[in-house]
């Protein structure tokens, strides 16, 4: 069987730089994109079996590269691969046309069996983003009322919270997401001024009551 032949949409070089070294010699990536309009001209001049795409991006998110995408090639399949496991992300880009969303700690090995799977028609889900898939359509989650309350903090303050809110260390957040510690902290108290909070404890049950942690 030849290789997948893939895309990689995330505004990181040093993740993108990563997948191609963990999983380059068990696909082929022929492309790769930073933001929305660097992401639809690669895949619209490649046409992978798969795109590999990451949830939050400037110039518009993952969504938007998918509806362009998608009007002019819709048999194109995206798996979203992303750090956030938020419902509200898992549910935006399925809804949008999905296939598949996994984080980022996912292994090499893992990554390129779900790209397989989505290539050939599956659904691929880490577990605990299946059951958000599932509440989601049970209605469960309200998905409406948690969007109309992060409509108010920018995409890196919502990376910031969840991180923040599942126990992380400033330093580890500032790792993750390549930014400084004192962008952390002034990401934080952004957060908690927009949200009406007062503090990290605060936050984090915040996120807890509306299962974006």
Request: glycine share 8%.
């Given at each position: 069987m030849?290789?997948?032949?893939v895309?990689?949409?995330?505004d990181?070089?040093?993740f993108r730089?990563g997948?191609r070294?963990?999983?380059?010699t068990?696909?082929?990536i022929?492309?790769?994109?930073?933001?929305?309009?660097s992401a639809v001209?690669?895949?619209?001049?490649?046409?992978?079996d798969?795109?590999?795409?990451d949830?939050h991006?400037?110039?518009?998110?993952g969504t938007?590269?998918m509806?362009?995408?998608h009007?002019?090639?819709?048999?194109?399949?995206?798996?979203?691969?992303s750090?956030?496991?938020?419902?509200?992300?898992?549910?935006?880009?399925?809804r949008?046309?999905?296939?598949?969303?996994?984080?980022k700690n996912?292994?090499?090995?893992?990554?390129?069996?779900?790209?397989g799977?989505?290539a050939d028609?599956?659904?691929?889900?880490?577990?605990?983003?299946?059951?958000?898939?599932l509440?989601?359509?049970s209605?469960?989650i309200?998905?409406?009322s948690?969007d109309?309350?992060?409509?108010?903090l920018?995409?890196?303050?919502?990376e910031v919270?969840?991180?923040?809110?599942r126990g992380?260390?400033?330093?580890?957040v500032?790792?993750?997401?390549?930014?400084?510690?004192?962008?952390?902290e002034?990401?934080?108290?952004?957060?908690?001024?927009?949200l009406?909070?007062?503090?990290?404890?605060?936050?984090?049950?915040?996120?807890?009551?509306?299962r974006?942690?």
């Open positions: 030849s290789q997948r032949r895309v990689v949409i995330d990181h070089d040093m730089a997948v070294s963990e999983i380059g068990a696909v082929e022929v492309g790769e994109g930073a933001d929305v309009d001209k690669a895949i619209v001049a490649n046409e992978p798969v795109v590999l795409l949830v991006l400037p110039g518009g998110g938007e590269v509806k362009q995408v009007q002019r090639h819709p048999e194109i399949k995206f798996l979203a691969l750090v956030s496991d938020a419902a509200e992300d898992v549910i935006g880009v399925i949008a046309g999905a296939r598949g969303y996994v984080t996912i292994s090499g090995t893992e990554l390129v069996d779900a790209i799977r989505v028609g599956d659904a691929v889900f880490s577990p605990r983003l299946a059951g958000f898939v509440d989601a359509f209605g469960a309200d998905i409406a948690v109309e309350d992060l409509d108010r920018s995409q890196r303050e919502r919270l969840r991180l923040i809110a992380y260390a400033y330093k580890e500032a790792r993750e997401l390549f930014i400084s510690v004192k962008t952390v002034t990401h934080v108290s952004s957060v908690l001024r927009k009406q909070l007062s503090n990290r404890h605060e936050l984090t049950r915040w996120a807890t009551d509306r974006l942690v």
